[in-house]
């Protein structure tokens, strides 16, 4: 029987969906004055900080604390801030972590680290490109450090990358923190908007894009609309038929219930192919994340079976690094799902 507050997701596992006030609850009881998902920012100091009677966890670490991912935070330890500023949307920070490189912080979560960054950025822009044959008008929503962009630039085909990032402070700081994420900007065919990802989408004409990638912070704050039934409407309008979409689809340790809505609006939507994969990246929540990849009605997709591999390219494009992460064999694997999740999401196979 599930206990107040408890929802079970469709699955077997009990799976917690923060009500509304819980959340609220929460981000109160966590509130450290300067943030709004109430993350403990560790000093360096000695002494153990106390945050509203509550330990921060440990001196000289940065902990993850978010209702996103209520009752867990992954901590690293933290050598030395190097930039925090309010920018319009949010809270921007980069720390030098003793483990894991530089870090960019959005609101308190991590967004990249240096050392896991490639495993992300390569599985949401080779999934969806390799699956379609010769992409050429490609835009990112979001994906404002750039590192999309450097994936994307790897194909020859591609002869126009559109990016809209709604902050430029996370632009510009990516620039001067994390040269081999931004590096992507150094290709002559991106083209950079600064504004809101779902207005852009909205003015975009019909049939624009052989693939839109959206590279979101979590739903919420400034990412939330990203998540809802209306941008993907705009998002099936700007594709061409047949063309692919591939976004952030959070983990399904953490948010089935996310998950649950988000391929629930992709099935009404997208009426070609509707998949979900996911991979590791040891410093987000849980250690996975997942990706939505849909097609709009047209030439059929098989996103199990890329038509376009790029793994074996001998030209790494603007890139100028061979991939780390992404290959074939585990681009396959990322549609295996645990049987919790695949009653959730494929329903109809089981
Ligand atoms: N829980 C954090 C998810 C962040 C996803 N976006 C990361 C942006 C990297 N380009």
């Keep these: 029987m599930a206990e107040e507050g408890i929802i079970i997701s469709g699955s077997e596992l009990p799976i917690k969906r923060p009500r509304e006030e819980e959340l609220e609850e929460t981000m109160a009881e966590n509130n450290n004055g300067g943030n709004d998902n109430g993350v403990s920012l560790v000093n360096n100091g000695e002494e153990e900080q106390q945050v509203n009677g509550l330990s921060a966890v440990i001196p000289g670490w940065f902990s993850e604390i978010s209702p996103m991912w209520p009752g867990e935070a992954h901590s690293l330890k933290v050598e030395k801030i190097l930039f925090q500023e309010k920018s319009k949307y949010q809270n921007v920070m980069v720390f030098q972590s003793a483990t894991y490189g530089k870090?960019?912080?959005?609101?308190?979560?991590?967004?990249?680290?240096?050392?896991d960054e490639c495993a992300y950025q390569e599985m949401i822009t080779h999934l969806p490109l390799s699956s379609i044959p010769n992409p050429k008008k490609v835009l990112v929503i979001g994906g404002g450090d750039g590192g999309v962009l450097r994936e994307v630039a790897r194909y020859s085909s591609v002869d126009?990358?559109?990016?809209?990032?709604?902050?430029?402070?996370?632009?510009?700081?990516?620039?001067?923190f994390f040269p081999e994420v931004a590096v992507g900007y150094d290709d002559p065919r991106v083209n950079l908007h600064i504004g809101d990802g779902v207005a852009f989408l909205k003015a975009a004409p019909e049939g624009t894009y052989d693939a839109v990638i959206v590279d979101s912070s979590d739903p919420i704050g400034p990412a939330q609309e990203l998540f809802e039934k209306p941008f993907f409407e705009s998002v099936a309008k700007a594709l061409r038929p047949g063309g692919v979409v591939c976004t952030q689809a959070e983990s399904i340790w953490l948010h089935m219930h996310i998950i649950e809505d988000i391929v629930s609006n992709c099935r009404q939507i997208f009426k070609g192919s509707v998949n979900y994969a996911w991979t590791t990246v040891p410093t987000y929540p849980s250690g996975v994340i997942g990706f939505m990849l849909c097609s709009t009605s047209g030439p059929a997709v098989d996103f199990k079976n890329p038509v376009n591999p790029i793994d074996d390219a001998k030209d790494h494009g603007n890139a100028k690094r061979p991939l780390k992460f992404y290959n074939s064999e585990i681009h396959s694997a990322a549609f295996c799902l645990p049987s919790f999740a695949k009653r959730v999401i494929e329903p109809k196979a089981n």
């Design 103 to 115: 870090v960019l912080v959005l609101d308190g979560v991590i967004q990249l680290t240096e050392r």
């Design 160 to 176: 126009q990358i559109d990016i809209c990032e709604i902050d430029e402070m996370v632009v510009t700081v990516s620039k001067e």
